[in-house]
């Protein structure tokens, strides 16, 4: 099985703009979850996506938002970047049930200046 | 709160040997699941092992194995015959079930050398 695939690896953006990241989960997977590495605060979770709903969201602002499409594919979206947003971006994909563990993709590096 | 601690940032250890990464979290749940990631240069985050707070039994997975104690809050992860390719960060973990926020400790990077 292919493992869960996040497009761009790498990108770019000036302070203002707005950015969509791609996460394409583990076949038969329809949980999506996000998550934002930084050096300084670390793994934080900022949402979860199930069937194409919202289950559950971090606290992060409403600049950072996702969907969720019938294939299980996943976009995160943020708009109005700051510097703060540059980061290390981790989708994560499971089966869904209640003991299902996450897995990982090689993440989207965002740097903002 | 949820929290996670890693109370050691940095470890090496010799290639053969064993080295145990320490980890303590604070949850008011009686049932949830615990995680160990590694994360290489890569970057992409590997399961290691994983354990379910209701079961007694240590989880073990070929070389890796936990030491869980419940009471205690504390999930330690031994490395047995240490390789180089065991290097990376060590990311120790738990939610409530699939679809919650993993709670992510901040890490130990391990380092392995020959």
């Known amino acids: 099985k292919a493992g869960v695939t996040q497009t761009p690896r790498y990108l770019i953006k000036t302070r203002g703009q707005q950015v969509t990241l791609s996460c394409s989960p583990i076949s038969g997977h329809r949980s999506v979850s996000w998550y934002q590495q930084t050096p300084g605060q670390g793994l934080q979770f900022l949402f979860e996506?199930?069937?194409?709903?919202?289950?559950n969201k971090g606290n992060f602002p409403g600049r950072f938002s996702g969907r969720q499409f019938s294939n299980s594919r996943s976009e995160m979206n943020v708009s109005t970047l700051e510097l703060g947003d540059s980061a290390l971006y981790l989708c994560?994909?499971?089966?869904?049930?209640?003991?299902?563990?996450?897995?990982f993709g090689n993440g989207t590096r965002l740097t903002v200046t | 709160a949820q929290t996670v601690t890693q109370s050691q940032p940095e470890m090496s250890v010799q290639e053969a040997e064993t080295v145990t990464l320490s980890c303590t979290y604070d949850t008011s749940e009686s049932d949830y699941y615990l995680f160990w990631y590694k994360q290489p240069p890569s970057r992409q985050m590997i399961l290691v092992i994983r354990q379910e707070a209701y079961k007694q039994q240590n989880a073990t997975e070929n070389r890796f194995s936990v030491n869980f104690q419940k009471a205690a809050k504390s999930f330690s992860l031994k490395i047995s015959d240490s390789q180089l390719g065991d290097a990376a960060m060590y990311f120790c973990?738990?939610?409530?079930?699939?679809?919650?926020?993993?709670?992510f400790g901040k890490g130990t990077t391990l380092s392995v050398s020959s």
């Open positions: 994560a994909s499971s089966a869904g049930g209640r003991d299902s563990p996450l897995h």
């Open positions: 996506y199930f069937s194409e709903t919202q289950r």
């Open positions: 973990a738990y939610h409530v079930r699939a679809g919650t926020a993993l709670i």
